[in-house]
């Protein structure tokens, strides 16, 4: 049995890859901030599936050693990192958790871990979109051929840009370090754009929701009652092929040394509203009539995931089945569904 190493295992993306970990027969070892954290993700599974280790900071130099000296790992999926925009000093809440954090475990297994031969580090689309170009209503295909230009000073304009650019930092860090070191293990990464998807955080309240999900929570509890926000980004993902194209990218060779283009297709809030009015009669009181404007750049948005689809074999979740999934797990956190 192969054993995983997962960070940031309490994570929105990283719970889903835990799950098609254990349920391929692999055993895990994830990382989280806290004891609590450890215990309601072990509660899930057997012992002898999966282990957690504590590490509280991982912008800390040094943080993995401890849990790389441990040993036994084939492989390592980094997922963690933080997505919020919740900033006050970028560099601090952002740039260095990503870029410390990545080339931190990435050096604590060179140095620590010398049976790991495949390492894959979950980036974002955030690394890969120069959103100049959509501003400027550049007709564009995006794929994973493409760099986000921003760097560390263009990080203050907003904690938005703050996150785009610890994404591409931290993901050419890595990269940077796989050139330059020559480490024992491989590096592919995943670059998915906003990720929807059933909540398996063991969540408290829709309060806690991640952020790309945080619109559906926003639309089953009532808040858009008098109408859905205009449609931001149109590239979507769920997080269920997610987990699946970092699984596959440990498993296929081919998968060796490339970045990965996850996204499904379009979507706008407005098919977001009428799938739910359509499979949730329950919650039409909670609904607004209107709104949920789609793109009106599209053009500025096109996609490749030709290679994602080709290399890892990934079959797209519609729209409508996240939706719904996504749905039913958000009331059952409500208490609205049994």
Known sequence: MQRILVTGGSGFIATHVIDVLVKGGYSVLTTVRSESKGQRLQAAYSADKLDFAIVPDISVVGAFDQVCKTGGFDAVLHVASPFHYNVRDPKKDLIDPAVVGTTGILRSIKDHCPNVKRVVVTSSFAA???????????????????WNPMGIDDAQASPMIAYAVSKVLAEKAAWDFVEKEKPGF??????????????????????????S??????????????????????????????????????????????????????????????????????????????????????????????SASEVLGIKWTTFEKSTVDTVKSLLEISGEKE
Do not use: C
């Open 128 to 146: 890969i979109l120069d959103f100049a170009l959509v501003q400027a209503g550049v007709v564009k295909t995006w794929s994973e051929k493409d």
């Open 186 to 211: 491989t590096l592919t990464t995943i670059t998915p754009p906003l990720v929807y998807g059933p909540a398996t955080q063991g969540l408290s309240s829709l309060s806690s929701v991640n952020t």
């Open 213 to 306: 999900n945080q619109v559906m929570a926003d639309l089953v509890s009532g808040k858009y009652k008098d109408g859905m926000p205009p449609t931001g980004i149109p590239l979507w993902v769920d997080v269920r092929d997610v987990a699946l194209a970092h699984v596959r990218s440990l498993e296929r060779p081919a998968a060796v040394g490339k970045r990965f283009f996850t996204v499904a297709g379009h979507h706008s809030h407005r098919d977001l509203l009428r799938i739910v009015r359509d499979n949730f009669p329950e919650l039409r009181e909670k609904l607004p009539e209107s709104g949920g404007e789609p793109s009106k750049d599209l053009p500025s948005w096109g996609y490749d995931n030709s």
